[in-house]
């Protein structure tokens, strides 16, 4: 069992930067992939970006390629998404999960992630 605290969310103006991080409890948390997913008002949970279990792997939904960064801290239990240059569009709950992930593919994909954090809210305003 893993649990997931996001935090780091808030109100900020287009262009401002954010990091949101995701605390893990437990002792196995470099044994999941983790993942950053999005869910705006009226719209469906989004993937944002991914990364394997020792961070040699990366993966990003277009949107946010060269503004984003995901990383991880084995040592802290901890995910980051260091978000830059936001836009209005960007505003959204985001969540993080825990999962194992067998297929390059499935990191885009809610289907292998198995816990989820109660997600943090980031507001972009124009």
């Known amino acids: 069992q893993v649990q997931l605290v996001e935090s780091g969310g808030g109100l900020v103006q287009a262009g401002a930067s954010l990091r949101l991080s995701c605390a893990a409890s437990g002792r196995t948390f470099s044994s999941y992939a983790m993942g950053w997913f999005r869910q705006a008002p009226g719209k469906e949970r989004e993937f944002v970006a991914a990364?394997?279990?020792?961070?040699?792997?990366?993966y990003y939904v277009d949107s946010v390629k060269g503004r984003f960064t995901i990383s991880r801290d084995n040592a802290k239990n901890t995910v980051y998404l260091q978000m830059n240059s936001l836009k209005p569009e960007d505003t959204a709950v985001y969540y993080c999960a825990a999962g194992y992930v067998s297929t390059e593919y499935l990191y885009y994909t809610e289907r292998p992630y198995m816990y989820w954090g109660q997600g943090t809210q980031v507001t972009v305003s124009s």
């Open positions: 990364i394997n279990r020792n961070g040699g792997r990366i």
